[in-house]
Antibody
Framework: EVQLVQSGAEVKKPGESLKISCKGS????????ITWVRQVPGKGLEWMGI????????RYSPSFQGQVTISVDRSTSTAYLGWSSLKASDTAMYYC????????????????WGQGTLVTVSS | QSALTQPPSVSGSPGQSVTISCTGT?????????VSWYQQPPGTAPKLMIY???SRPSGVPDRFSGSKSGNTASLTISGLQAEDEAVYYC???????????FGGGTKLTVL
């Protein structure tokens, strides 16, 4: 069974750094693209960026480029989403999700989702 | 403001059918048959219900169906059940970053 298990909720202060995780199991982690999605409380879903674990190829939404860093550790089948200096506006639920066949003109959908990690940034 | 436009809410009685629309542009919904739909009950992660306009993942009831005409995709839920109450999001491949765009979500209320 494919599973994506995310790290627990975080409470941080503005300016602090943070890295949240998403551990894949039940499949060959390196072979499937992982996307990160943001959901501000009470709002919709926003595509942040995508990474291919096999070679760490990463693409960011222009809205998040330079604001976050997406990375992977193939040895632990874990994807990461990181911030170097959090802002109050980063307060949101963050989901990782797996593309079964990548994200191209041939196929682009999210088949498996993590349970979400709530990040709260407040002074 | 979301890239794809959905109605904020729809409602229906048990057993009835409802349709949720999702309007994009000729650069996303209208150009690619890569529209997907996600169901998100309160406090849970989204769940894939439809992909590539009208394909259902295994385990999704055939009461859920998808279609597309021009720049507008639609999700139809027939034989409404109380458990269908959730927010539904559409998404489309876009060809350039951001490669995937979402609608603002539609809250389905089963009366």
């Amino acid at each position: 069974e494919v599973q994506l298990v995310q790290s627990g909720a975080e409470v941080k202060k503005p300016g602090e750094s943070l890295k949240i995780s998403c551990k894949g199991s039940g499949y060959i982690f390196s072979n499937y693209w992982i996307t990160w999605v943001r959901q501000v409380p009470g709002k919709g879903l926003e595509w942040m960026g995508i990474i291919y674990p096999s070679d760490s190829e990463t693409r960011y939404s222009p809205s998040f480029q330079g604001q976050v860093t997406i990375s992977v550790d193939r040895s632990t089948s874990t994807a990461y989403l990181g911030w170097s200096s959090l802002k109050a506006s980063d307060t949101a639920m963050y989901y990782c999700a797996r593309h079964p066949r990548g994200c191209t003109s041939s196929s682009c959908h999210l088949e498996n989702w993590g349970q979400g990690t709530l990040v709260t940034v407040s002074s | 403001q979301s890239a794809l436009t959905q109605p904020p809410s729809v409602s229906g009685s048990p057993g009835q059918s409802v349709t949720i629309s999702c309007t994009g542009t000729s650069s996303d919904v209208g150009y690619y048959n890569r529209v997907s739909w996600y169901q998100q009950p309160p406090g849970t992660a989204p769940k894939l219900m439809i992909y590539e306009v009208n394909s259902r993942p295994s385990g999704v009831p055939d009461r859920f169906s998808g279609s597309k005409s021009g720049n507008t995709a639609s999700l139809t839920i027939s034989g409404l059940q109380a458990e269908d109450e959730a927010v539904y999001y559409c998404a489309s491949y876009k060809g350039s970053s951001p490669f995937m765009v979402f609608g603002g979500g539609t809250k389905l209320t089963v009366l």
